[in-house]
């Protein structure tokens, strides 16, 4: 009757005892023997050796047999509980679970069952299975409860929903755009019935608006709870993969004579199921450099006053949108001194460049590929590979570790990660007209700096926030695209937003920001696997790609890149402005181009508008001294622009020549009316006068 | 026909053409009888034209907004959304030596598969399907400066001039049409 159905719940039931099994073992050697503990887990064996006979699953029978045989004789007093034992009851739990992944999904089984049955039988076992990798259960990750295949795609589309509610969003602003326009054309109607008919179609219109913004809104709410949901079912507690850290740092301490208490909180914490794939790996090489490392043996340990048995911690808990994981141990700690001189005779940098880096920083120095302090090769780690393993992870999953280290007392990591990858919080900022979203945990302060925020060390521009100094760098440097974010013409503060990662922090000059946006992470294509100094891309709300900025990638490029040159800049600014900003206002291309070059070859900075309108929309951007404005354009004339600047707070002050061909006193009148300072008649028009009088008015 | 019906409305008018051009051909190779073709796609690229196996091409479209990545080499233009994924786009200019002008509104895309890489190849316009026999197809001319010649099946001569017949297994199977910056 061994069917596959049978056998898929046996194998489902097999993985619950298996697990007991060795929670049980563990906490039996960590809390004593009780025969209470003992009974426990003969029931577990007991169980599978039943169910593996009914289906006819013989080794799985003889090997759980043989098993409970043994529990029984600690249970009644007959063998005792010693370290042994419990290495060969682990090894025979990795073995029944070998056997039951065999039954499972067939292929060949490489260690001898006799072996085990006999060593579980004297107590002694004689060849101990190579190395049953601690790794051997990652299957467990992604065939759990459902088809996580499919819980992706739904993840996935459900994504793009979101997607398609920002695309619906945004067509509702544009009706009503649509509709605003529509108003203005209705004021504009002369004939009242016209008019009539215009208003009650207008009025079905804002009917349709409502409406529809109440069923985006609804929309809205729903993909929320559904992507949210959706997201909830990939979650899976932290415990899921701290269970075979335990086994691995007991087997390492045991290996190498240490004695180690590993206590884990937190299991609950749940967490993406594609996070804790990338964060196994990365903490089974932080736990094997804290045994291999950090904690010293029993004598040096009591040598140095501290107890034999070494300590270490592992923490995980839920943060404000994030998880974070604090592993800190009570070894001998990194030495900075020492990472210096490996990473010197490693050639990872030169002797000044280590000599520059504090003992906070010299510590990262161990997430360099080839770094490794060990001389000599071990299984465990010192191979040289393992932390920038870490450090690749950390960086795929966009996560920040930070390290902490006192020689001589201990050392403390922390994991800074997302709850999820699928979707970031992110900050859309534009850099000369292309949009780049920043995941917003590495964001810790917003900057709008002056010229005197900015000053300069060592050649290189720094600026000073809340009395510390952080490195400037330009994002659109980085990137090769220009000066984004510069200085510029207009008179405004320029932005900078202080970028953190390790503990090190930085300015990087953005141009504008556009907001704070929840961002489904995609990935770029099989042809684009890795580009240096983006992540990945999301889709924006009109449906075009915006990437994803890396910023550990912007920090490697801060460090080697020539900085900015915004004090040059404002310099150059300046010498602009003592002559003046002056916005020229113009609808033929001939006269405003002739006006520009006049005025600029005296030295002062010209801003073009092409019509009344553009000229409101320039004033109010940027800051000016003088208007130069024609009369006659399309739109609102020169009269009723100064007028306008005349109303508003801000240009009241400007001062207004009028340029125009109507000569009439009339026309000279009404100038003066509204506001102008000076009127001149294009008919009279010479460089001379027109020099002159913005010299008469501004200098 | 390896060519999916895309939405947007112009593709349509060239599938049916392809479509056409399909069916003829289908036509006249069962008249001929045992004359045997193949059929690429054809397009424009810096006043030439070149083909392509039709089994390569998965869709032709219009070209979509295209965001540039930066610091990334010259034949990767950017990336574009394409239904939800995000197709990164090959322009094969430079490889073929040829001018790069700017992309103009007739600029069309065709999405590619081959050398275990989807990418979408810019043209200046594709202009259809065409079987071409194979007895016609004639190894590239010698001694062309700088053109590499593993890039081009052949070529054929046709009424408008000579078709390049390019080798996208060899072209896309190069190691620079594939970006791993990180070494991940």
């Given at each position: 009757m061994s069917s596959r159905k049978y056998i898929d719940i046996f194998a489902r039931e097999a993985e619950e005892h298996l697990q007991l099994l060795r929670q049980g073992l563990l906490a039996l050697e960590k809390e004593g023997f009780s025969a209470e503990r003992v009974?426990?887990?003969?029931?577990?064996?007991?169980?599978?050796?039943?169910?593996?006979?009914?289906?006819?699953?013989?080794?799985?029978?003889?090997?759980?047999?043989?098993?409970?045989?043994?529990?029984?004789?600690?249970?009644?007093?007959?063998?005792?509980?010693?370290?042994?034992?419990?290495?060969?009851?682990?090894?025979?739990?990795?073995?029944?679970?070998?056997?039951?992944?065999?039954?499972?999904?067939?292929?060949?089984?490489?260690?001898?069952?006799?072996?085990?049955?006999?060593?579980?039988?004297?107590?002694?076992?004689?060849?101990?299975?190579?190395?049953?990798?601690?790794?051997?259960?990652?299957a467990e990750l992604t065939t759990v409860r459902t088809s996580v295949a499919k819980l992706d795609d739904l993840v996935n589309l459900l994504g793009e929903m979101l997607i398609s509610r920002r695309m619906l969003e945004e067509r509702r602003r544009q009706l009503g755009g649509l509709m605003a326009e529509m108003e203005d054309f209705v004021r504009r109607l002369r004939k009242a019935e016209n008019v009539k008919q215009l208003r009650q179609m207008q009025a079905g219109f804002s009917r349709l608006a409502s409406d529809l913004e109440a069923d985006i809104q609804n929309l809205s709410y729903l993909t929320q709870e559904m992507h949210h949901g959706a997201m909830e079912l990939r979650m899976l507690p932290f415990s899921t993969i701290t269970e075979d850290l335990a086994r691995m740092v007991r087997n390492l301490a045991r290996e190498q004579g240490k004695e180690i208490n590993l206590t884990i909180s937190g299991g609950n914490v749940e967490l993406d199921r594609l996070l804790l794939e990338a964060l196994k790996p990365m903490l089974l090489h932080m736990l094997r450099n804290s045994v291999d490392h950090g904690i010293e043996t029993p004598e040096e340990r009591q040598r140095t006053g501290k107890t034999a048995v070494g300590r270490i911690d592992l923490v995980a808990r839920y943060e404000a949108g994030f998880v974070r994981l604090r592993l800190s141990d009570d070894g001998r700690g990194i030495d900075p001194v020492r990472i210096r001189e490996v990473a010197v005779r490693k050639s990872l940098l030169s002797v000044e460049e280590a000599a520059c880096l504090s003992d906070e920083e010299a510590v990262y120095l161990i997430l360099r590929p080839g770094f490794s302090t060990r001389e000599f090769i071990t299984d465990v780690s010192g191979r040289g590979v393992g932390m920038d393993v870490v450090k690749t992870n950390i960086d795929r999953v966009k996560g920040n570790l930070v390290?902490?280290?006192?020689?001589?007392?201990?050392?403390?990591?922390?994991?800074?990660?997302?709850?999820?990858?699928?979707?970031?919080?992110?900050?859309?900022?534009?850099?000369?007209?292309?949009?780049?979203?920043?995941?917003?945990?590495?964001?810790?302060?917003?900057?709008?700096?002056?010229?005197?925020?900015?000053?300069?060390?060592?050649?290189?521009?720094?600026?000073?926030?809340?009395?510390?100094?952080?490195?400037?760098?330009?994002?659109?440097?980085?990137?090769?695209?220009?000066?984004?974010?510069?200085?510029?013409?207009?008179?405004?503060?320029?932005?900078?937003?202080?970028?953190?990662?390790?503990?090190?922090?930085?300015?990087?000059?953005?141009?504008?920001?556009?907001?704070?946006?929840?961002?489904?992470?995609?990935?770029?294509?099989?042809?684009?696997?890795?580009?240096?100094?983006?992540?990945?891309?999301?889709?924006?709300?009109?449906?075009?790609?915006?990437?994803?900025?890396?910023?550990?990638?912007?920090?490697?490029?801060?460090?080697?890149?020539?900085?900015?040159?915004?004090?040059?800049?404002?310099?150059?600014?300046?010498?602009?402005?003592?002559?003046?900003?002056?916005?020229?206002?113009?609808?033929?291309?001939?006269?405003?181009?002739?006006?520009?070059?006049?005025?600029?070859?005296?030295?002062?900075?010209?801003?073009?508008?092409?019509?009344?309108?553009?000229?409101?929309?320039?004033?109010?951007?940027?800051?000016?001294?003088?208007?130069?404005?024609?009369?006659?354009?399309?739109?609102?004339?020169?009269?009723?622009?100064?007028?306008?600047?005349?109303?508003?707070?801000?240009?009241?002050?400007?001062?207004?020549?009028?340029?125009?061909?109507?000569?009439?006193?009339?026309?000279?009148?009404?100038?003066?009316?509204?506001?102008?300072?000076?009127?001149?008649?294009k008919g009279s028009f010479d460089q001379g006068t027109l020099l002159e009088t913005v010299q008469t008015l501004i200098g | 026909m390896a060519i999916e019906e895309n939405r947007s409305y112009d593709t349509r008018a060239i599938l049916q053409e392809m479509r056409e051009a399909y069916w003829e051909g289908i036509e006249q190779s069962a008249e001929s009888g045992a004359v045997e073709t193949r059929d690429y796609v054809v397009f424009r690229l810096g006043?030439?034209?070149?083909?392509?196996?039709?089994?390569?091409?998965?869709?032709?479209?219009?070209?979509?907004?295209?965001?540039?990545?930066?610091?990334?080499?010259?034949?990767?233009?950017?990336?574009?959304?394409?239904?939800?994924?995000?197709?990164?786009?090959?322009?094969?200019?430079?490889?073929?030596?040829?001018?790069?002008?700017?992309?103009?509104?007739?600029?069309?895309?065709?999405?590619?598969?081959?050398?275990?890489?989807?990418?979408?190849?810019?043209?200046?316009?594709?202009?259809?399907?065409?079987?071409?026999?194979?007895?016609?197809?004639?190894?590239?001319?010698?001694?062309?400066?700088?053109?590499?010649?593993?890039?081009?099946?052949?070529h054929v001569v046709t009424e408008q001039g000579l078709l390049v017949l390019l080798s996208l297994e060899h072209i896309l199977g190069r190691t620079e049409f594939t970006i791993n910056q990180k070494g991940e």
């Open positions: 009974h426990v887990l003969l029931r577990s064996a007991h169980t599978l050796k039943g169910s593996a006979r009914m289906l006819d699953l013989t080794a799985i029978g003889q090997v759980g047999h043989a098993m409970e045989d043994l529990l029984k004789e600690m249970e009644n007093g007959a063998r005792a509980l010693t370290p042994a034992i419990t290495d060969l009851l682990l090894a025979a739990t990795d073995i029944l679970e070998g056997l039951v992944g065999q039954a499972q999904t067939g292929g060949e089984v490489t260690f001898n069952i006799d072996n085990i049955v006999e060593g579980l039988r004297t107590g002694v076992l004689a060849d101990a299975p190579a190395a049953l990798a601690i790794e051997a259960d990652k390290i902490h280290s006192t020689p001589g007392v201990g050392c403390e990591m922390q994991l800074q990660l997302p709850l999820t990858l699928a979707v970031i919080t992110g900050m859309l900022i534009e850099c000369e007209r292309e949009v780049f979203a920043l995941p917003l945990h590495y964001l810790s302060e917003i900057l709008r700096l002056s010229e005197g925020d900015i000053h300069s060390e060592g050649g290189r521009e720094v600026v000073r926030v809340h009395g510390a100094t952080l490195p400037l760098v330009s994002l659109g440097d980085i990137l090769g695209l220009g000066t984004c974010g510069g200085v510029g013409t207009g008179g405004g503060k320029i932005t900078a937003l202080v970028l953190t990662f390790r503990e090190q922090r930085v300015a990087c000059l953005v141009g504008r920001i556009r907001g704070v946006q929840e961002l489904v992470v995609k990935g770029m294509g099989k042809q684009l696997k890795s580009v240096e100094y983006f992540s990945g891309v999301t889709i924006l709300g009109d449906g075009s790609p915006a990437l994803i900025l890396s910023v550990p990638d912007l920090f490697g490029a801060s460090l080697v890149g020539r900085g900015t040159q915004l004090r040059q800049e404002f310099a150059e600014r300046k010498a602009g402005e003592k002559k003046g900003r002056i916005l020229v206002v113009d609808d033929s291309i001939t006269t405003r181009t002739m006006e520009k070059n006049i005025l600029e070859t005296q030295g002062y900075t010209v801003t073009i508008a092409i019509s009344g309108e553009d000229a409101l929309l320039k004033v109010a951007a940027a800051a000016y001294d003088l208007v130069v404005s024609d009369v006659e354009m399309p739109g609102i004339t020169g009269f009723e622009l100064t007028a306008k600047l005349r109303q508003m707070e801000g240009t009241r002050d400007i001062p207004v020549i009028i340029v125009s061909s109507l000569a009439l006193d009339e026309h000279r009148r009404k100038g003066l009316e509204v506001g102008a300072q000076a009127y001149i008649v | 006043s030439e034209r070149f083909g392509i196996p039709t089994g390569f091409a998965r869709e032709v479209l219009r070209l979509p907004r295209l965001v540039k990545v930066p610091r990334l080499p010259a034949h990767i233009c950017g990336i574009v959304n394409l239904r939800g994924q995000i197709q990164a786009v090959t322009d094969l200019r430079p490889l073929l030596g040829l001018p790069t002008t700017a992309l103009s509104a007739r600029s069309q895309l065709i999405v590619v598969e081959a050398a275990a890489i989807t990418t979408a190849l810019v043209t200046e316009g594709v202009e259809g399907i065409r079987s071409i026999p194979v007895a016609e197809i004639e190894p590239i001319t010698e001694g062309l400066a700088g053109f590499p010649r593993d890039a081009a099946e052949g």
